[in-house]
């Protein structure tokens, strides 16, 4: 608690230095009113205004008595909380992620916290139509504002500051808005507001023998009420009070005959505050036991943890690696200290989650981008509480305000999706998760069956601890590989669409055993390319260097970088030619051409099209497991650790669109995404195939797939990397110059990389053209600073950059020029 009275015993003035959700390079100082001195803390959120009109939420940072000496400062409006929202350890998190990956500590701020826990400057304040309210409850401000609204039901927050003459009106409309009063526009409203439910139970009248058999008499001549009655009794054998939508569901009767048993006061209505996470009680632990290879690879991990803070743990797909992370978590558990388990993506997390529960019960929260706003807020209180011991996320689960973390689990380390690039903070989930167990004095664990090169190379020179699963868990055998040439089937003519005839003879035998095929096209979208037989004309996006991609769903050309869409062209603009042909294929003609071929299969895709919505990863999940699909198709979605029963066969409809992208990583990706939907197939005692098709059955990465050889990879690849300069022997930093008029473009680029090449030399790439050299109307140059890990701190280089960069940006000449610097590009 603060002092607020000094020396001679007068009142104390303070000052505090907040973060405010913008992407400024410093903290802000702002007064605090004598009157809520008491309650100021870092870490609370509170109410300014930054600029001449603006409102924002902001964190406190930091307290002082020391004004500002560059300009006044102006007061806080409000504090929001009673207690703070974002711990010590958080805002520590949120300083290193803003210095290590060059950003400002707003943006991490922005990206950190749950939208429902964050207020904006708002417009409009709107009264309820269906508002229930006495106007005895409300205080005098509150009866004032709900006058005027019944006068005028739409109100902007400026003029209710008019109407009550003061500046801090945040609290009394918080209040009206938890009260279900009013509705505040979305940028303002703090939008949490807890789950309720309706339950229903039985009136104690009714448990007497007597008059349960009179009011079945009187029932008799309501059959719908006396289904919604029968209904209540069955479903209260297992539980009481019964939720009213299982009765309604039961019963099938509707809601009026429910009604009318409420109205009767034979049900007794009750509204409850429930969890938006989870339904039903824990469910029974099931026990296992690890196999030999597992219970030696387990003591080795907690061998390493003793000299150790990261270890790697390279288990080959279906090893078992999860009942390690199950037992490792139970172990964490009983010392009383919390775990945080990161997965590449939300399809994982929904997958997993309902295997984990059947260990740990409601102890395990669920954090990702996927889940309303209502439910982050719900689930980062719930970790603020420390509700949760457990918690399984996406790459934002970082940002929770953990209190006693013990371990941090990163399955599938490897993955890209791991990666922010966009907006800012270009953060790495597994390497900010390595910082975030420094903070806590934590260990953490990576897992992957075909590790990044970073981690395995920081594990081959012994920074981290290594441990191997070499074999699969159970009877489970690793997959048959077949290569099958597209060149060779083309030339024979067996080749049926997008489908070599050895697939299809597969598919055929899968689907006759009843089991399951899955098909990988990294690409989604019908058709990437369209184009003119008589000129070569191409639809190209308006805002991007792109061709557009067909869309069978929407009938429409889009635009993969900003989202554009156009009609599709079936005359020739540029000749008039009504000869457009169709080159390549995504995800949904691969759907379309299986119709022809399977007519009687059940088919469905998942990828980021049919994924979009909350529920939908799902959904597709549900009904393949329970065998309502055939054959699912998609994108690197469904090579990403998903475990079903019946898979038998996976199919790599090109393999060589992956080994051919200019990216001095595609191989390494390559052989990560071919050896991960190669592990989806037998995973149980079932045995798999995968049927790789190619134009090149030779390659050396194909090779090293068939062969599940890993360490020939790795050598073969960090030898190119040390050769060329790359990570993860030399680190690296990207910028990307933006600027909407090409020739300028061109020539602040030239100016910036040679003043950073007077300084760094040879380390300094570009500037040069990206793959796609405009985005949203932004031309880009692309410069790349290599920077060896032996020789100079990268920490001095970023220090420069960051002088040059602010030189650059206060240069008249610059003006609408657009840095992006992104740290560890990859």
């Not at 011991?389 to 929770?400: D, E, P, Q």
């Not at 240069?811 to 590009?825: A, C, E, F, Y």
């Amino acid at each position: 608690m603060l002092e607020l009275n000094d020396e001679k015993g007068e009142l104390q003035t303070f000052f505090v230095d907040v973060i405010l959700p913008l992407a400024i390079s410093k903290t802000y100082t702002y007064r605090v009113p004598l009157s809520l001195n008491q309650q100021i803390e870092a870490g609370k959120r509170v109410v300014v205004q930054f600029g001449k009109s603006r409102i924002y939420t902001a964190i406190i940072y930091h307290i002082s008595e020391t004004p500002p000496q560059l300009y006044e400062a102006k007061y806080i409006i409000d504090v929001l909380d009673e207690t703070p929202v974002v711990n010590q350890r958080q805002l520590e998190l949120w300083e290193w992620i803003a210095g290590y990956y060059m950003c400002n500590i707003g943006e991490v701020m922005q990206a950190a916290l749950p939208s429902a826990l964050k207020l904006a400057s708002e417009t409009k304040v709107i009264l309820l139509k269906d508002a229930v309210y006495d106007k005895q409850d409300l205080n005098d401000k509150e009866f004032l504002i709900i006058d005027a609204l019944e006068i005028q039901p739409e109100l902007k927050v400026s003029d209710i500051v008019k109407l009550l003459g003061q500046k801090s009106v945040f609290r009394l409309l918080k209040s009206l808005f938890d009260k279900g009063i009013v509705h505040i526009s979305e940028e303002m409203a703090e939008r949490y507001k807890p789950r309720q439910k309706a339950f229903i139970s039985l009136n104690p009248f009714y448990n007497d023998a007597a008059n349960r058999k009179a009011l079945f008499e009187v029932l008799e001549r309501s059959p719908k009420q006396l289904e919604a009655f029968l209904a209540y009794l069955k479903l209260s054998r297992a539980s009481t009070p019964v939720a009213k939508k299982d009765i309604l569901e039961e019963s099938g009767c509707g809601n009026s005959p429910v009604k009318a048993l409420i109205d009767k006061d034979v049900f007794v209505l009750e509204n409850r505050t429930v969890s938006r996470l989870t339904e039903g009680d824990d469910m029974l632990l099931k026990d296992f036991s690890l196999s030999g290879e597992q219970q030696q690879a387990l003591e080795s991990i907690k061998q390493h943890f003793l000299e150790r803070e990261v270890v790697l743990l390279h288990g080959i797909t279906s090893s078992g690696k999860t009942q390690l992370y199950i037992r490792l978590i139970e172990a964490e558990l009983q010392s009383g200290r919390q775990v945080l388990y990161l997965l590449p993506e939300i399809a994982l997390t929904t997958q997993i989650i309902e295997r984990l529960r059947e260990y740990f019960g409601n102890k395990i929260g669920i954090y990702h981008s996927r889940l309303g706003d209502n439910e982050r807020a719900e689930i980062w209180n719930k970790v603020l509480k420390s509700e949760y011991s457990v918690v399984l996320g996406a790459r934002s689960a970082v940002f929770l305000p953990f209190s006693q973390l013990g371990l941090l689990v990163v399955d599938e380390e490897h993955e890209s999706s791991y990666k922010q690039y966009d907006p800012a903070p270009r953060y790495h989930a597994r390497d900010t998760a390595i910082y975030l167990a420094k903070i806590h004095q934590a260990k953490v664990l990576l897992g992957s069956a075909t590790p990044s090169l970073e981690s395995y190379y920081n594990a081959k020179t012994g920074k981290y601890g290594f441990t191997e699963l070499n074999q699969r868990y159970g009877e489970s055998n690793l997959p048959e590989i077949k290569v099958v040439s597209i060149g060779e089937e083309t030339s024979k003519k067996t080749i049926q669409s997008n489908f070599t005839s050895v697939l299809i003879d597969e598919m055929k035998q899968a689907m006759e055993r009843k089991e399951q095929v899955i098909l990988f096209q990294n690409r989604r979208g019908y058709t990437p390319l369209l184009i003119c037989k008589t000129c070569g004309y191409i639809p190209q996006c308006i805002h991007c260097d792109v061709s557009l991609t067909y869309h069978k769903s929407t009938g429409k050309l889009h635009c993969h970088y900003c989202g554009y869409k156009q009609d599709t062209v079936s005359v020739c603009p540029a000749c008039g030619s009504t000869h457009i042909e169709q080159k390549g294929f995504g995800t949904e003609k691969i759907e379309d051409d299986l119709q022809f071929i399977f007519p009687s299969a059940r088919i469905a895709r998942m990828d980021l099209d049919t994924t979009r919505s909350k529920n939908s990863f799902q959904r597709i999940l549900n009904d393949f497991e329970e065998q309502r699909i055939d054959i699912l198709v998609g994108t690197q979605i469904v090579a990403k650790g998903l475990d079903f029963d019946h898979v038998t066969l996976i199919g790599v409809i090109n393999a060589d669109s992956l080994l051919n992208f200019p990216d001095f990583r595609a191989f390494e990706r390559s052989f990560q995404l071919l050896s991960q939907v190669g592990g989806r197939a037998g995973r149980r005692d079932k045995p798999g195939k995968v049927i790789i098709q190619t134009y090149n059955t030779k390659h050396r990465v194909i090779e090293q797939v068939v062969q599940h050889n890993y360490e020939s990879l790795f050598l073969t690849e960090i030898t190119e990397r040390k050769n060329f300069h790359y990570p993860p022997i030399y680190r690296m930093i990207r910028l990307d110059v933006k600027h909407k008029d090409p020739a300028a473009l061109s020539h602040v680029s030239i100016r910036l990389g040679n003043e950073l090449k007077q300084a760094l030399g040879s380390r300094i790439l570009g500037p040069e053209d990206p793959l796609v050299g405009r985005i949203r109307n932004f031309y880009i140059k692309t410069i790349y600073i290599k920077v060896e890990r032996n020789g100079i701190a990268v920490s001095r280089v970023k220090e420069f950059l960051k002088e040059v960069l602010l030189r650059f940006e206060t240069d008249k000449q610059n003006k609408g020029t657009v840095v992006q610097i992104d740290v560890d590009p990859y």
